[in-house]
């Protein structure tokens, strides 16, 4: 298996999204997230921040963004151990999100204000994988 980090999408990833509606009902985006040593701003600024901080400025910004696209944050943490399987090299962190829809989460991430905000994450990201699921089941049900 090949796996490859990324910062943004390649085009035919984003044609297929806008041309799909995805599946009925909510998705939950699985983000593992590869930080860089140090933030690297496309104007040279704050080159004194780590990749892990500049992120955690997009988080802060992209919270309130997520939310009013009718999605939360579930889960973010850092990951701490690998307890089955290989990888060559780990994410730094992981992070869960629910969005009503795929739609939802195309509006978000297209949006003048998630724009006004993504220099930070891609000041901070090395790569990442996004991976789209739905929901089964839901514990306690």
């Not at 297929?16 to 930080?35: E, Q, R, T």
């Not at 309130?64 to 009718?70: D, F, S, V």
């Not at 579930?74 to 994410?91: H, K």
Request: cysteine-free; charged content about 25%; hydrophobic content about 40%.
């Amino acid at each position: 298996m090949k796996v490859e980090n990324r910062v943004m999408p390649d085009e035919n990833q984003i044609k297929a999204m806008m041309s799909d509606p995805g599946p009925d009902g909510p998705i939950v985006m699985v983000n593992l997230l590869k930080f860089r040593d140090k933030a690297a701003y496309k104007d040279g600024s704050d080159a004194d921040l780590s990749g892990r901080e500049a992120y955690a400025r997009y988080g802060a910004g992209v919270a309130p963004l997520i939310e009013k696209h009718g999605g939360r944050l579930i889960f973010a943490g850092p990951v701490t151990f690998l307890t089955l399987g290989f990888a060559e090299e780990m994410w730094d962190q992981i992070a869960l999100v629910e969005y009503p829809n795929r739609k939802a989460l195309f509006d978000m991430s297209t949006s003048e204000a998630y724009q006004a905000i993504s220099h930070h994450r891609d000041a901070g990201l090395e790569g990442q994988l996004n991976i789209e699921t739905t929901p089964d089941f839901v514990l306690g049900n």
